[in-house]
């Protein structure tokens, strides 16, 4: 993979930004939260990367998307089948299984803009170091 150290350090700094993003929301988080915020960063980067034709509105979409099926596959995982309550939407209006809801995804949505601009710096500095872009 000739942009590892690039996706590695993209997945570090969703890990850490997910993180502080939950403590100062709910006032803690899990460490398997860093886990998906560094997943998160990652597919929000390689769709940034993939679809740069797209406009800014439907990145975000997609990004939302991506974030809503990992907090799913995470919540499935870590909260039904393993019963460990990292968070539960069971009180939110349109939840699936308690794990995802409309309300989170919105958010997503939101925190999508930021993501995606770092993602842009991220793909212009490796531009001008002359590397190439996954094809």
């Not at 997943?39 to 993939?50: A, F, G």
């Not at 019963?83 to 995802?100: A, C, E, F, P, R």
Request: proline content about 1%; aromatic content about 12%; some cysteine.
């Amino acid at each position: 993979m000739k942009n590892g150290k690039e996706y590695a350090g993209v997945f570090a700094a969703g890990a850490v930004i997910y993180s502080l993003i939950e403590i100062l929301w709910r006032g803690r988080t899990h460490w398997t939260m860093a886990v998906a915020g560094g997943i998160c960063l990652l597919l929000i980067h390689l769709c940034n990367e993939r679809h740069a034709d797209l406009d800014l509105l439907s990145r975000c979409s997609l990004s939302s998307f991506y974030i809503t099926g990992v907090e799913f596959a995470a919540g499935w995982l870590l909260n039904i089948r393993l019963h460990m309550t990292v968070w539960d939407y069971s009180g939110k209006y349109g939840n699936v299984l308690g794990q995802i809801c409309p309300e989170y995804w919105a958010y997503w949505y939101l925190l999508s803009i930021p993501a995606i601009m770092l993602s842009t710096v991220i793909l212009a500095v490796r531009k001008a170091k002359g590397k190439s872009t996954v094809e």
